[in-house]
């Protein structure tokens, strides 16, 4: 039996957690200057070393911007984020999603997962379908939640890297942490193992089958059902 390995987390990265849930949930505001860090670091009990490397990765995440001479301030980080500020509120996310994350997750989902799935059905390869078999013959006997979300993460980009189009590819690939942890979720609430494999057998068939509208249909009702049950989780 394979135990997990335990990784305890850095002050640094404990600083950047509350830091981040700070700005998410509004108490710290956009525009907002920051104590200095030495009394940063006095009123959270840690180093100022702690402070001064956090609030470095904060800014390389987008969350706060340093102004020489002046300060550290909360960013406008939905006006002016990145990329990595958007890996960062997803995973800040990843085991409790607000709703406004969830709503923006579904819609994404359902703007690109859908057509990605038609139009791989039309352009996929043998390597394609190789690929996702492998993957299945994976997911038959994983029984780690941890394992198999990131085995459906990797099920869903391979159908986007078969629809021969880069962007699609690209995008899926940037809403990985969402893509595994509501995968994740919902496997952690225990019984849904059988559905789960049911549906990536049968998403495998209809792309062997070229059925684009089966595919598409199948993949739609599947994020319709996902939202409902992270729903349920979010009230």
């Known amino acids: 039996m394979d135990f997990k390995e335990l990784v305890s987390p850095s002050l640094t990265d404990l600083f950047i957690k509350e830091m981040q849930r700070m700005i998410l949930s509004n108490e710290l505001s956009i525009g907002e200057k920051l104590p200095?860090?030495?009394?940063?670091?006095?009123?959270?009990?840690?180093?100022?070393?702690?402070?001064?490397?956090?609030?470095?990765?904060?800014c390389e995440k987008g969350f706060v911007r340093i102004v020489p001479r002046k300060g550290v301030f909360i960013a406008d980080y939905i006006r002016e984020g990145s990329m990595a500020t958007l890996n960062s509120i997803l995973?800040?996310?990843k085991d409790y999603y607000q709703e406004n994350i969830l709503e923006s997750l579904v819609d994404f989902r359902k703007t690109y997962e859908v057509k990605v799935t038609a139009d791989a059905c039309e352009s996929r390869k043998d390597e394609n379908l190789e690929n996702m078999s492998l993957l299945l013959g994976r997911m038959e006997?994983?029984?780690?939640?941890?394992?198999?979300?990131?085995l459906a993460y990797e099920f869903h980009h391979e159908i986007a890297i078969a629809s021969n189009d880069i962007i699609h590819a690209l995008m899926i690939a940037t809403f990985k942490v969402g893509y595994v942890s509501s995968y994740r979720s919902i496997l952690n609430m225990g019984g849904f193992l059988p559905e789960y494999r049911a549906f990536f057998r049968a998403l495998y068939e209809m792309m062997q089958r070229k059925d684009s509208k089966g595919a598409s249909d199948l993949v739609?009702?599947?994020?319709?059902?996902?939202?409902?049950?992270?729903?349920?989780?979010?009230?």
Request: net charge positive; glycine share 4%.
């Open 36 to 58: 200095p860090e030495r009394e940063l670091a006095q009123k959270m009990k840690v180093s100022t070393a702690v402070v001064n490397g956090g609030i470095r990765r904060l």
């Open 91 to 93: 995973e800040y996310n």
């Open 220 to 235: 739609l009702s599947s994020i319709n059902n996902w939202e409902r049950i992270l729903k349920a989780q979010v009230r």
């Open 141 to 150: 006997i994983e029984n780690s939640n941890d394992e198999l979300s990131n």
